[in-house]
């Protein structure tokens, strides 16, 4: 069974700071990593994909991966009020390429 | 680029009541998955269909679920006879086939409510 796991939070964190989101992931051979930002009462919209160890910078937002660890993880710098969402993150692998979410993690940015 | 679309956007039922979803993904996107999210989780894949062959449906509940996808566009994905559990949100997303790990675009979703 791949699971993929996330705090539920909810994560606060002042207007300004960094937000830093966390994941971790059971099946060995998951090969890609995604990050989906979800609105409440809207449907996920993709912000990150990350392949390759390292850390992979867009905007404010940077995505880490150590597949050693199996450990992802999300970090949004001088988060804005407009940050406040759920995160989702997913593992990908296998021949179908399909997606496993985690439950994801609510982030709640105070002004 | 016009995005995926979904309808009906919200459904209430009794339960054992049937209902149907439809959605139609962007153009020219070979790849077709129906997610189920239930509130406080992530989506769960149903069905992945690739043209109007299925992919994996190895976690749709076929005793009460179907879904089809007969000319390789949209598709529909059936509940008969509804239960109280299956109230959530059935998503539907789609992607190009380019043999990698394609990014799924998201459909607004169908909120389903089983009473």
């Known amino acids: 069974q791949k699971e993929v796991e996330q705090n539920s939070g909810p994560l606060s964190v002042p207007e300004g700071a960094i937000a830093s989101l966390n994941c971790t992931y059971s099946?060995?051979?998951?090969?890609?990593f995604f990050w989906y930002r979800q609105y409440s009462g809207k449907s996920p919209e993709l912000i990150m994909s990350i392949y390759s160890n390292g850390d992979k910078e867009d905007g404010r937002f940077t995505a880490q991966l150590n597949k050693a660890s199996q450990y992802v993880s999300l970090l949004i710098r001088d988060s804005q009020p407009s940050d406040s969402a759920t995160y989702l993150c997913?593992?990908?692998?296998?021949?179908?390429?399909?997606?496993?979410f985690g439950s994801g993690t609510q982030l709640t940015v105070l002004p | 680029e016009a995005g995926v679309a979904q309808s009906p956007r919200y459904k209430i039922i009794e339960k054992r009541q049937s209902v149907a979803f439809w959605c139609n993904p962007i153009s020219g996107h070979a790849t077709l998955y129906w997610y189920q999210q239930i509130l406080g989780q992530g989506p769960k894949l149903l069905i992945q269909?690739?043209?109007?062959?299925?992919?994996?449906d190895s976690q749709l509940p076929k005793d009460r679920f179907s879904a089809e996808r007969l000319k390789g566009v949209d598709s529909t994905l059936k509940i008969q006879p509804a239960k109280l559990e299956d109230s959530a949100v059935y998503l539907c997303?789609?992607?190009?086939?380019?043999?990698?790990?394609?990014?799924?675009?998201f459909g607004p979703g169908t909120r389903l409510t089983v009473l």
């Open positions: 099946d060995r051979g998951s090969q890609s």
């Open positions: 997303a789609s992607s190009f086939n380019t043999g990698r790990v394609d990014t799924q675009y």
């Open positions: 997913a593992a990908a692998g296998g021949s179908a390429r399909q997606l496993t």
């Open positions: 269909f690739q043209n109007n062959g299925v992919v994996d």
